[in-house]
């Protein structure tokens, strides 16, 4: 059993693997629909899955449970709220007792930074542990998913994928999803800039990290003009009100708006521009409430590939 705790431990040949074994479903579970006729893998049958998020999720936790239940497994819902976590129970008890009743792997969203790291050291080759999102670090498989949409649009060609340029804008100081995106992406030679304006922007130690081990270029570009012409995709992310200090005023978050947020007119203007955001969308903050639906996003074909490279995840962690 192995587990998916941080993306930059995924080495580019994992990454390939990965990425074919996702596109395999990809293509198989379209060729069912085509056909109407049912997808059926029994990669998994006698596995167990538990879905374990201790923040909200609507993607990450339902594609997750859809590829468990494709590869025919077992799925256990894990009710947080209902759960003797909510007595005080530790994550570490409530591993044990998972492994006691035989479950295989568990898929954790959790607000804390680098939990995982800290669980699987008690349930290490015991569990799987799939990280499904920790705080502002990591979400590996989101990363994931993210670089097989962009190997689609590199014509799926992983030398093509070297000429690809990305561009990822917006709220790169609260994000997660950043990280693995980026460090995915960087290691697959995808040409990557940034921009986010100073109080989205990251700090100086995170870019000086991403500079040294991702071997990232430029300092994030001030101007999203200069940016939409210099790439092939635009990445945006949402601005994480969440996460954002109370401090900021109305004022203040509108005159952000103004710096991040992608319109039609942008797309129309860099006509070779293809869109992806990994959801949930602000319409009207980080994208223009015109763009739902807009042809050039790939923003459905991100969530469509959200569940093949879960159920890749899944088997090369059982
Ligand atoms: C992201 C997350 O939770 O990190 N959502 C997702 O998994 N698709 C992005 C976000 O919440 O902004």
């Not at 060729?31 to 923040?55: I, M, Q, Y």
């Not at 570009?221 to 009100?241: N, P, S, W, Y």
Request: proline share 4%; net charge neutral; aromatic share 4%.
């Amino acid at each position: 059993m192995r587990s998916l705790l941080r993306s930059n431990t995924l080495d580019v040949d994992t990454l390939y693997q990965l990425i074919r074994t996702a596109q395999g479903f990809v293509d198989a579970m379209e060729k069912a629909r085509a056909t109407g006729r049912p997808f059926h893998n029994d990669s998994l049958k006698g596995k167990t899955v538990t879905t374990l998020f201790h923040e909200a999720s609507t993607r990450t936790r339902l594609s997750f449970e859809l590829a468990a239940k494709n590869l025919g497994a077992t799925i256990l819902p894990f009710p947080v709220e209902q759960s003797s976590l909510k007595k005080g129970e530790s994550l570490e008890d409530t591993l044990e007792t998972l492994i006691a009743m035989g479950v295989d792997a568990v898929v954790l969203r959790h607000a804390q930074d680098g939990i995982h790291l800290e669980l699987d050291k008690h349930t290490h080759g015991r569990l799987a542990l799939l990280n499904a999102g920790d705080g502002m670090s990591d979400h590996p498989t989101q990363g994931l998913l993210d670089v097989l949409t962009l190997y689609q649009q590199a014509g799926y060609n992983f030398d093509d994928l070297k000429k690809l340029r990305l561009g990822i804008v917006g709220d790169i100081k609260h994000s997660r999803v950043v990280t693995a995106s980026l460090t995915l992406a960087k290691k697959l030679g995808v040409q990557v800039k940034l921009h986010a304006p100073d109080a989205l922007a990251p700090s100086p130690a995170t870019l000086d990290r991403w500079k040294q081990e991702l071997q990232l270029k430029d300092s994030p570009e001030f101007d999203l003009e200069t940016l939409l012409a210099q790439v092939d995709v635009i990445m945006a992310l949402r601005l994480q009100k969440e996460r954002l200090s109370a401090s900021e005023t109305p004022e203040a978050l509108e005159a952000l708006v103004q710096k991040i947020q992608l319109t039609p007119d942008h797309l129309a203007r860099y006509n070779r521009v293809k869109l992806m955001h990994p959801g949930p969308v602000n319409w009207g903050v980080e994208l223009h409430a015109d763009l739902a639906k807009h042809p050039k996003s790939l923003i459905n074909q991100q969530v469509r590939n959200g569940v093949a490279i879960r159920m890749a995840c899944l088997i090369w962690a059982l």
